[in-house]
């Protein structure tokens, strides 16, 4: 089974940027779909974004739609998420997942969880 460590995470003023990092390891990355999701206090975890396994398909909450993208290295086994024009209400834990099943927005599909990385936007 896949293992998942995110980072790249911490404290940037609103209109910033970050590039957050989920680097995998213990299975065949390649073969999974991806997903980004975030959680923020008293909040549900909520879908950011996801990738097939090749990289050629996304899919993007409303929310971030134009200002994030995900991307994956295969080779690199690393998946990423660039987060540009940064807002407040972007603050939250974000947690990258793993899906045998495929990709999409539902928490369900996603079979491995990594440990989250912080973001905080400062208004």
């Known amino acids: 089974q896949v293992q998942l460590v995110e980072s790249g995470g911490g404290l940037v003023q609103a209109g910033g940027s970050l590039r957050l990092a989920c680097a995998t390891s213990?299975?065949?990355?390649?073969?999974?779909?991806m997903g980004w999701f975030r959680q923020a206090p008293g909040k549900e975890r909520e879908f950011v974004a996801a990738i097939n396994w090749s990289g050629y398909n996304t899919y993007y909450a409303d929310s971030v739609k134009g200002r994030f993208t995900t991307s994956r290295d295969n080779a690199k086994n690393t998946l990423y998420l660039q987060m540009n024009s940064l807002k407040p209400e972007d603050t939250a834990v974000y947690f990258c997942?793993?899906?045998?099943w495929g990709w999409g927005t539902a928490k369900s599909i996603y079979d491995v969880w990594g440990q989250g990385t912080q973001v905080t936007v400062s208004s």
């Open positions: 997942a793993a899906s045998s």
């Open positions: 213990g299975s065949t990355f390649s073969s999974y779909g």
